[in-house]
């Protein structure tokens, strides 16, 4: 069976494509970075990719707010592109600065239509502080998002100065309703981080760092999974590795944040 490709956005300010096409790659699928230029200059490419992904970063330099200029872009060039896009059968991914656009896309949660109005926002942390750092996320029960599909706990860090959860009354029961919180910021034993810092590194409402769409086909993050694909890639690698070896086991080559992205692979298996 061919390989699934993948579409990695890249742009003015994007800084993690190159991360997300190797997580990709690296998962079994054929990842082609492009710049949102060529996109706009030939949309119909968009036909030959059976997942899209936007990556981190700073795009146009956060200057009319994050991932707002990206989503204009978008929104005044491929809407219709990026409409038929989701109504196939495809998978989408927004990591941290592609959440904030997949958000301005009101490409999540969708509650009225795959791509509508605005109904979620990622404000500005309330430490008013940009935040890089480690964080325990636990899986929400009963999402459905494919990315996520078997798994319970993921240990990525984060990289954002927007990054607080936002919605009004009315949307967020919707979201809890629905199950479409797919992922909650915890303490490291697992219990809620109750908007507590650090746990939860930027305020967000319910302790929400990642949503999905009802089919679990859309997933928009805050936290970066690329960034711990690799066991060396890890905050505590070096302390594992000595456990490993004083328990004369060999430590894993690869880490937690690999299972998301074997997941969307797998998905078109």
Not at 56 to 79: C, M, P
Not at 134 to 150: C, H, T, Y
Not at 223 to 229: G, L, T, V, Y
Request: hydrophobic share 40%; proline share 7%; net charge neutral.
């Amino acid at each position: 069976m061919p390989k699934p490709a993948v579409l990695v956005l890249t742009g003015y300010g994007i800084n993690c494509d190159e991360e997300t096409r190797y997580a990709f790659e690296r998962a079994g699928a054929v990842a082609r970075i492009v710049h949102i230029n060529d996109i706009i200059a030939t949309p119909a490419m968009m036909a030959n990719f059976q997942m899209a992904a936007f990556p981190g970063g700073f795009s146009y330099g956060d200057d009319t707010g994050s991932g707002k200029a990206l989503a204009n872009r978008v929104k005044n060039n491929l809407i219709d592109e990026f409409g038929s896009f989701i109504e196939r059968d495809t998978l989408m991914l927004g990591i941290c600065n592609g959440f904030q656009v997949m958000a301005n896309l009101g490409i999540v949660p969708g509650l009225e239509a795959p791509i509508g109005s605005v109904q979620v926002s990622l404000e500005r942390n309330t430490t008013a502080r940009y935040q890089c750092r480690w964080v325990d996320l636990a899986v929400g029960p009963g999402n459905p998002s494919v990315f996520l599909k078997g798994m319970k706990r993921l240990h990525v860090p984060v990289a954002h100065g927007e990054g607080n959860f936002y919605a009004s009354p009315g949307v967020l029961t919707a979201i809890e309703e629905k199950k479409l919180v797919a992922l909650r910021y915890v303490r490291p034993d697992g219990s809620p981080a109750g908007g507590e810092f650090p746990y939860n590194p930027n305020g967000s409402v319910n302790d929400i760092a990642a949503i999905s769409d009802a089919s679990g086909r859309i997933l928009g993050m805050m936290p970066h999974p690329e960034r711990n694909i690799l066991f060396t890639q890890r905050d505590d690698w070096t302390l594992e590795r000595e456990r490993a070896k004083r328990e004369g086991t060999r430590p894993p080559e690869e880490s937690e944040g690999m299972a998301l992205f074997k997941n969307a692979v797998g998905y078109f298996k």
